[in-house]
């Protein structure tokens, strides 16, 4: 019964991993659209496109740490 429930829990914690993947994959395509069309508009000053950049890295950094195993 315990193991049942444990891999019940394993795959809910799963699905939920997946979505959030695929939730912040959406927000860096979000801010790196944001940021082309600030680029486009001749809108972004050096230091708003520097945070810009900032923030993506921040983003993909976080989405590729989602997809990596966890080792603890």
Partial sequence: ??????????KTLQIQAAQFAKQTGQWISMVENFNQA??????????????????ATALEYVYKGQLQPSTS
């Fill in 1 to 10: 019964v315990n193991q049942r429930k444990l891999d019940h829990e394993v």
């Fill in 38 to 55: 600030l680029k486009v508009g001749g809108i972004a000053a050096p230091t708003g496109e520097m945070d810009m950049r900032t923030i």
